[in-house]
């Protein structure tokens, strides 16, 4: 479009404004410091947050538990969810974490 298009069609804003923001929005398809959050990935997020409290605080739940748990709280996720999410914070499978269990972790308050 050009200027005087510009003009004819915006009426509620100054055609520089339409202009600068079409500079912004070609500026972000191209760069990779573009970030969206969506509703999935914050969700995501929460349920990640919710394994490693579980799984920290409880050593003898199991995957299975922990989905039960999260299904508790109105998040439907796999076993297979759980573990994944577990692994990649470098949390092992239930059996091995109460072996590795120390009594400072059992505090009394």
């Known amino acids: 479009m050009g200027w005087a298009q510009l003009q004819q069609y915006a009426t509620l804003v100054r055609p520089e404004t339409i ?23 914050e969700r995501m997020e929460v349920i990640r947050e ?9 050593m003898g739940w199991g995957y299975g538990r922990i989905q039960g748990a999260l299904s ?23 059996p091995e974490r109460g072996k590795q269990s120390n009594w400072t972790e059992h505090d009394s308050a």
């Open 19 to 41: 202009l600068g923001w079409h500079r912004k929005l070609v500026a972000l398809k191209y760069t990779s410091r573009r970030v969206v959050k969506t509703d999935r990935q």
């Open 50 to 58: 919710l394994c490693v409290k579980f799984a920290e605080e409880n």
């Open 72 to 94: 508790n709280l109105g998040y439907k996720v796999s076993m297979t969810t759980v573990g994944n999410i577990l692994r990649a914070k470098g949390i092992i499978p239930s």
